[in-house]
């Protein structure tokens, strides 16, 4: 599903304000209703359409995510490789 621009979260939250039903207004902006109701919670929340932050800090793997990376990457070059 694509995201809603900021013009598009106001107008949701103006219909959900005015009764609108919310699978109608997903049916308008073609999203899932399941994003226009995320959207109510966390406007109800936070008083904000914006989306939640997101840090820029790298995520942290889980060590069966770091066992997938070690085995699909090759391995180190040698040393004696030839190149000069």
Known sequence: ???LTRN???RA???LYFCQRPWGIANDMTCSIRIIECLRE???ATNCTD???RSDRP???TARQ???LFTALPG???EGNGIS
């Open 8 to 10: 598009q979260k106001e």
């Open 66 to 68: 770091s066992h997938h």
């Open 76 to 78: 180190p070059i040698p």
């Open 51 to 53: 989306d939640h932050l």
């Open 13 to 15: 939250i103006g219909c």
């Open 42 to 44: 966390r406007y109800n």
């Open 59 to 61: 995520r942290v793997t």
């Open 1 to 3: 599903m694509r995201r």
